[in-house]
């Protein structure tokens, strides 16, 4: 399998992340840390699942509990385009999300073979999308090992001995929602003082809790002083 929306060295390809040593909780991942948790992800048990898993929530930026949720009918996927629902988000609140084309990729990956797809393009996983009154619509995206739908606990658990398995490159405790503040951070990075995009992106009734991830860590606050026109002296 090939490493489909891994983070590259390039800063062009892909958007560099915020935070750093002494960052705070809300800082996330940086790219090395994401690199090494999802090629983990690509050589765990039931690698297509927890990859695809990993990638929706590092992509969206979506709630533990929204991702295990979903179905097939909550997602409109496309070729060149994707569509995330969130039907019951926090506060009850329906919401849509974008689906890039690392997530899309995933989750084609994934979801193909119960599509009958031998082949998981991103066109042909589209054709063979389920309708929306279709029965297969009302489907579980994510299944356990005995094909139940994968629950918030399970998928926890999955997510936090993939961790483990890195061996110290990825920090003991990233979870779920460590992805959900790295997307919001890469967000803010990419499109600096868009609060509220981010905000209806998260599905945050508040601006003042999206606002908390433009907060600079003290490793940048350090370099921004360091770097002031006033800094110099005279021996």
Same mark, same amino acid.
């Given at each position: 399998m090939t490493e489909q929306g891994i983070l590259s060295a390039d800063p062009a390809a892909h958007v560099k992340?915020?935070?750093g040593e002494g960052s705070s909780k809300r800082s996330g991942l940086k790219n090395a840390q994401i690199n090494a948790l999802l090629r983990q992800a690509q050589i765990s048990r039931d690698k297509e699942r927890n990859y695809a898993v990993i990638q929706i929530l590092l992509q969206t930026g979506i709630r533990l509990s929204e991702c295990t949720a979903l179905t097939f009918e909550d997602l409109?996927? &496309?070729?060149?385009s994707g569509l995330l629902r969130v039907r019951a988000g926090?506060?009850?609140k329906t919401r849509s999300v974008p689906l890039n084309a690392s997530a899309r990729e995933a989750l084609a990956i994934y979801v193909a073979p119960r599509l009958g797809i031998e082949k998981s393009t991103l066109k042909a996983v589209a054709a063979s999308w389920p309708k929306s009154k279709s029965p297969e619509a009302h489907e579980p995206i994510f299944l356990s090992q005995k094909g139940g739908a994968l629950t918030t606990s399970a998928m926890g658990q999955m997510i936090a001995g993939i961790v483990e398995a890195t061996r110290g490159l990825v920090p003991e405790e990233t979870s779920a929602h460590t992805l959900r503040h790295t997307f919001a951070r890469s967000y803010l990075a990419h499109?600096? &003082?868009?609060v509220v995009g981010l905000a209806t992106l998260l599905g945050h009734s508040s601006l003042d809790t999206t606002?908390?991830?433009s907060e600079p860590s003290v490793d940048q606050l350090?370099?921004?002083v360091e770097q002031?026109?006033?800094n110099a002296f005279a021996r």
């Open positions: 992340l915020i935070g409109t996927f &496309g070729e060149r926090k506060g009850n499109y600096p &003082g868009d606002r908390l991830y350090s370099r921004r002031l026109n006033i």
